[in-house]
């Protein structure tokens, strides 16, 4: 996406890898790639200010969650910030979404979602749609994908304020006291949403605060991981 972007190339365009030899996930981690699961990033121009890019992990975020819930009915989905959607506390799918050119401001929404399987051995726990609900194809599942990231994409269109509570509703920890690390620092407060900016609101002793990067722990996802 970035070379095509170089090249001169806006979108919107689809790209889709049946597997990936260097699948990347938030801050340059490796996202498992193995042949079976979606991996599918969408080339698109945006419109408006360059401030607005980060709130598109949000909009994907929000298709993502629409899709998981569509072929795991009756599950318990919700994500968790900034990138993750979870089922039952395991994470199936996961959003990684970037500027790749400035100048006009070109976009690429990635994201992977666990279709066929799910890596192992990681230290946290993991699930598939096929786990979930049985063997799905996956061409259906990208197929679900794009009609529901069109519909998402139309409603940011439209301002930012229904994508962050439509959000805000699916989202795992809100209310609750979480503990944010990264850069050296903790940081331990009440989660009250995001900001314009993708940010997450932490209200603490010294007030309201925004953190823009870092690993969340919290405790209700934490009690359900524990669960059998």
Known sequence: ARRLADEGM???LWLRADEQTGGRGRLGRTWVSPPGNLYA??????EGPIARAPQAGFV??????????QFAAGALVGLKWPNDCLVDGRKIAGVLCEVVQANPVV???GCGIN???APEDLAYPTTSIAAL???QNVDAVFEAYCDALKQRLAQWAAGFESIANAWRERAIGIGEQVFVTGHETAKQGIFTGIADDG????RTGGG?????????SIPSLDSLRRRP
């Not at 994907?60 to 819930?69: E, P, Q, T």
């Not at 309201?208 to 969340?216: C, R, S």
């Open 10 to 12: 806006h979108g919107p």
């Open 41 to 46: 990033t969408l080339l698109m121009p945006l």
């Open 60 to 69: 994907v975020a929000l298709a993502v969650h629409d899709v998981v819930s």
């Open 107 to 109: 976009l690429a929404l």
């Open 115 to 117: 279709v066929a399987s």
């Open 133 to 135: 609900s049985g063997p």
């Open 199 to 202: 940010a997450m609101l932490l």
């Open 208 to 216: 309201m605060q925004k953190i823009h990067a870092g690993d969340v």
